[in-house]
């Protein structure tokens, strides 16, 4: 079972990256999944959840209307779009899974991959 982030790289502020959670030895579609970052020195965050069974996507302030969270069940993947980066943004981005509902609190969350690091930089 395992969890694998990607996609992360160097952006200029302004710019796009979409990363990908793909899943391995189980299938997405039955969890919740969660995008969470963390910067340097910092806790880490929630940025992003997608419900087990679809529908409503949850978003933290910092990122609503440039950041969207989708899930394509066939590739077993979830995707992180961001969009209008900024450098605030720079941070390793890790992915995770719940077996219940959306919930903020990260410690509810296992199956955490490696993450990918996305730093925003002119």
């Known amino acids: 079972v395992q969890l694998q982030a990607s996609g992360g790289g160097l952006v200029q502020p302004g710019g796009s990256l979409r990363l990908s959670c793909a899943a391995s030895g189980f299938t997405l579609e039955g969890y919740t999944i969660g995008w969470f970052r963390q910067a340097p020195g910092k806790e880490r965050e929630w940025v992003s959840i997608?419900?087990?069974?679809?529908?409503?996507?949850y978003h933290t302030d910092a990122v609503k209307g440039r950041f969207t969270i989708s899930r394509d069940n066939a590739k077993n993947t979830v995707y992180l779009q961001m969009n209008s980066l900024k450098p605030e943004d720079t941070a390793v981005y890790y992915c995770a899974r719940r077996l219940g509902g959306p919930s903020f609190r990260r410690e509810l969350y296992n199956n955490w991959g490696q993450g990918t690091l996305v730093t925003v930089s002119s």
């Open positions: 997608i419900p087990r069974a679809g529908g409503m996507t």
